[in-house]
């Protein structure tokens, strides 16, 4: 895409200064159970689940990535871009109108000046009078037309540019993996969602309107002048010449500036999404003061590049003045000396436009800037629209049964799993099977890799190797819908949306109120909500922090009990909540979901000790595996954490 030469390698900006990134080294240490959702994704698929790259192409590792200002001209395959969203017919349709309707003011001014040089006749009226005036009128509806249309034709376009750019960064980032989101700063998206595509919305097809405009007005003035003077022909392009060296020194500087600017506002986004996310934590210690000089600071690395905009603009305008004035000086010139050969009707057009191409000089060279200046953010919009992709959420072809999982049997073969492909191995060669309806509880110690392999189940993470196995189906070789649609997580964190209390049971409407309602009673809520004014209708506010932590727990239970897939996967749910509520939820799992495969990454020694296996994992190896009461004599790893906990 785009002409070669034309753009250079993007260099990663820090509040609009740019910096360069030392040797990305792989990462010598272990990634914590806790935190493992926080590190960046692996881009490397299996052969048949394999990332839908558009051109990425490989950095350094970064744990999170600075927004990038692009340098060097804008690549051609920017603006085609921006036609193609537009659409091919609306864009060449526009250019014919812009055409017509400056050819029909070039025929009228002419027109009009070959009327002022008829004789009149004796009686004081002219012969061709109602001849010229038809056509005059004629080229003047003509010209009315050909400006409605243009002027629809650009607006509508616009607004097809605007949508289909906005649906397509919309669609690509919903699609991204979760690695995109953890590395990428909230500032960056914001920046793109609001100000880039108000850019789109608003600024673009306003100075496209002007810049076409302004373009044949000049070459309708430089025709006129031309044929009224020929000898100006010696002039003009010397004079045109210095026009453009004096746009192309500004462009590069306001292209660039405009750049800056557009990076540097990102992280003034991403403070202020951060300090509404911590305002009670920054009043509780006083951190008022930091948090505004730091706001302040961002602000102004905002303004350092805007702020030589505007100087730029003004350096243009007094550049742009002198240039046109010569171009009326020598008009005026060469009609006096060419006087005697020429009709006053034609002198005084020619003149007449000279007059007013310094006007559409100036225009000209600034929509030319702007042109070049605002299409930066159909770049940036383009950015995130190219960015590596998930594996397809259905695949028809591979789509399993209705009835899949029927006994909920997972194999794990020689799996493997880094997080990214310059980093070590998280999960090495683990190769374990377990039955339909097993309760398997995994431990291990900080860092072991318990997180990691519900990040492989899930496929957050795809495989570096190997395979996992669910009910004699690879789970690699079907949708990720079909996939997670099939296992249940609660995690640790549990998740709920602004909305009311039934959307976050059931979101899709599929169960009936009495199949909530049973679901609530047996996740020990039903008293709660049956409590609360709206019941049901009880609006949650965002992240349910109107509920405690164990009643948010407990709701993502009762979103279990809905479900009730064939896996579930405990992802150290109770780590965060009090006993009383671990045990209301140990217990109704064990009565609940007694036919299903039940994973449990342990927090708790205690919760699994009842389980039919138990998997010890350490340093991403599977170190033991066997009954809880069997581990214990065999006073390894297992037992040495029974220790620490007090079990033994």
Request: charged share 20%.
């Amino acid at each position: 895409m785009g002409v070669s030469g034309l753009g250079k390698e993007s260099k990663p900006v820090e509040n609009g200064i740019l910096v360069t990134d030392a040797v990305g080294k792989p990462l010598q240490r272990h990634l914590s159970n806790s935190s493992s959702h926080s590190v960046v994704t692996n881009q490397q698929h299996s052969s048949t689940a394999e990332l839908q790259k558009s051109g990425v192409k490989e950095e350094t590792w970064k744990l999170m990535e600075a927004d990038k200002a692009q340098t060097g001209q804008v690549k051609l395959s920017v603006y085609w871009n921006y036609m193609k969203a537009i659409g091919l017919c609306i864009s060449f349709l526009s250019i014919f109108l812009f055409l017509c309707n400056h050819v029909s003011a070039l025929a009228s001014n002419y027109w009009l000046s070959l009327w002022t040089d008829d004789r009149p006749a004796v009686n004081g009226t002219q012969e061709n009078r109602n001849f010229r005036l038809s056509v005059y009128g004629a080229l003047g509806i003509l010209q009315g037309v050909a400006v409605f249309g243009y002027s629809m034709a650009v607006s509508i376009g616009g607004i097809f540019a605007s949508r289909r750019l906005h649906l397509d960064l919309l669609q690509n980032v919903l699609r991204s993996p979760m690695s995109f989101f953890e590395r990428t700063p909230s500032g960056n998206l914001v920046n793109r969602f609001s100000k880039e595509l108000d850019t789109v919305d608003s600024m673009i097809p306003q100075v496209i309107k002007m810049f076409m405009g302004s373009l044949f007005s000049v070459i309708g003035a430089v025709i006129i002048i031309l044929l009224a003077t020929p000898i100006a022909a010696v002039i003009i392009p010397p004079l045109g010449l210095v026009y453009f060296f004096v746009q192309r020194f500004y462009v590069a500087s306001s292209r660039q500036l405009k750049r800056l600017e557009s990076v540097s506002r990102s992280p003034v986004y991403s403070h202020f999404n951060e300090t509404l996310l911590g305002v009670s934590v920054i009043r509780a210690f006083e951190e008022q003061e930091r948090f505004i000089r730091q706001s302040d600071l961002k602000v102004d690395e905002n303004q350092k590049a805007y702020y030589p905009s505007i100087v730029a603009n003004r350096w243009l305008a007094v550049r742009l003045e002198c240039v046109g004035n010569c171009i009326v000086l020598f008009a005026a010139l060469f009609a006096v000396i060419s006087r005697h050969s020429l009709s006053a009707g034609l002198v005084g057009l020619s003149v007449s436009y000279s007059l007013q191409i310094t006007a559409y000089l100036n225009w000209l060279v600034r929509m030319s800037s702007e042109m070049e200046t605002n299409i930066v953010a159909v770049e940036r919009l383009k950015e995130y629209s190219e960015t590596e992709k998930e594996a397809s959420w259905q695949i028809q072809e591979t789509a399993p049964p209705s009835t899949w999982p029927h006994s909920g049997r997972v194999e794990f073969r020689d799996y493997c799993l880094r997080y990214r492909e310059d980093l070590d191995l998280v999960l090495k060669h683990i190769n374990v099977t377990i039955e339909g309806g097993e309760k398997v509880g995994i431990v291990g110690r900080t860092g072991a890799g318990k997180s990691s392999l519900t990040l492989g189940l899930f496929r957050i993470n795809e495989s570096a190797e190997g395979e996992i196995i669910i009910d004699g189906i690879n789970i690699a070789k079907i949708g990720l819908h079909n996939l997670r649609f099939k296992i249940t997580i609660i995690p640790q964190d549990p998740v709920l949306f602004s909305g009311s209390l039934r959307m976050n049971l059931d979101p899709f409407s599929q169960y009936s109120d009495e199949e909530v309602w049973m679901a609530l009673e047996l996740a020990h809520l039903k008293g709660f909500v049956s409590a609360l004014p709206d019941k049901l209708n009880h609006e949650c506010a965002e992240g349910g922090e109107n509920l405690s932590v164990g009643q948010r727990q407990l709701v993502c239970l009762a979103r279990a009990l809905l479900r009730k897939t064939k896996i579930l996967v405990l992802d150290e749910a109770t780590a965060a909540v009090d006993l009383e509520t671990d045990d209301l939820i140990q217990s109704t799992i064990r009565t609940q979901f007694e036919d299903s495969t039940v994973l449990t990454i342990a927090h708790r020694l205690n919760t699994i000790m009842d389980y039919t296996r138990v998997i010890v994992l350490d340093k991403g190896e599977i170190r033991e595996c066997g009954a809880p009461s069997e581990l214990l004599q065999q006073r390894g790893v297992f037992y040495s954490m029974a220790k620490d906990a007090g079990l033994v």
